[in-house]
C-alpha cells in the first residue's frame, strides 16, 4: 500500500482513558497487553508523525448514554462494557463529567485530537463503524487508504478493519500501536487479532515502518 498525504489518512479508535488509563475500567484485562506493546507510547508516536506530515487523522470514539443501558439484548463484551460503565457519558449533547471519565481522550492525546484539525466522527455504538459516519466524513475528503490504530485490537479495531475493507479502503493495520484483552475464559484478544489482520487487511507494519512510510 503507497502510502501518501492525498488520499491516505489515519483513523484512530477508543484513544480513551478506559481502556488505556491505568485507572480505566478495562485497565485489568489488557493493562499488559499495552505495556509490551508500547501502545500508549505507539499511538502518541503516530499522532506526532501524522500531524508533522500532514495526514488527516480521524478519531472513531465509543461512547455510551444513559439511553443505551435501555438496550434489550448485547452481546458478549457489549454486556461487559454496559455493565462497568465503560466509556460512559451523561448524554449525547452534554460534556458534564466528561473531562477527566472513562469516555474522555487519554491527556497525551489531547493536543493532537483537540487541535481544531482532527475530525473526531460520531461514536460507533457496538464494535464498527456502520453506526456512525466515519466512512461518510472519509469519502467526502477523497480518502481512499487508512492507516488503522487504537482500541481494542480484535474488537472495534478488527471490526473498523473488516467494515472498511468491505466498503472499498485499502487498510494498513499498525500491530504495535493496539492491544487487547487477556481474558481468563474468552482467551488473548491480542493473539486472535493478528491473526485476523495477517488474513484481511492490505499491510500490518510497525509504528516504526509507518513513521518511516509517512516521512
Known amino acids: 500500500m503507497n502510502i501518501n498525504q492525498n488520499d491516505t489518512a489515519v483513523v484512530v479508535i477508543d484513544p480513551q ?7 480505566g475500567v478495562s485497565w485489568d484485562l489488557v493493562g499488559d497487553s499495552v505495556k509490551e506493546n508500547k ?3 505507539n499511538i502518541e508516536r503516530i499522532f506526532k508523525a501524522a500531524k508533522h506530515n500532514k495526514f488527516e487523522v480521524f478519531i472513531s470514539p465509543h461512547y455510551y448514554y444513559p439511553t443505551d ?11 461487559m462494557m454496559l455493565k462497568s460503565r465503560e466509556f460512559e457519558r451523561k448524554g449525547a449533547l452534554s460534556l458534564d463529567g466528561f473531562l477527566g471519565s472513562g469516555a474522555d481522550w487519554l491527556d497525551r492525546y489531547k493536543p493532537f485530537i483537540e487541535d481544531s484539525k482532527t475530525i473526531v466522527v460520531s461514536p460507533h455504538k457496538a464494535y ?7 466512512v461518510l466524513q472519509l469519502r467526502k475528503r477523497n480518502i481512499s ?8 485490537a480484535n474488537i472495534c479495531v478488527e471490526a473498523h478493519l473488516r467494515d472498511l475493507i468491505e466498503q472499498g479502503f485499502e487498510v494498513t493495520v499498525i500491530k504495535d500501536a493496539t492491544a487487547a484483552p487477556r481474558h481468563p475464559e474468552l482467551g488473548d484478544g491480542y493473539k486472535a487479532a493478528l491473526i485476523n489482520f495477517g488474513y484481511i487487511a492490505n499491510a500490518v507494519l510497525s509504528t516504526d515502518d509507518v513513521i518511516e512510510a509517512m516521512a
Open 17 to 23: 482513558n478506559d481502556v488505556l488509563s491505568e485507572t
Open 39 to 41: 501502545t500508549i507510547e
Open 69 to 79: 443501558y435501555a438496550w434489550k439484548f448485547a452481546g458478549t463484551v457489549e454486556q
Open 128 to 134: 464498527g463503524p456502520q453506526s456512525n459516519d466515519l
Open 145 to 152: 487508504k487508512i492507516i488503522l490504530l487504537g482500541m481494542l
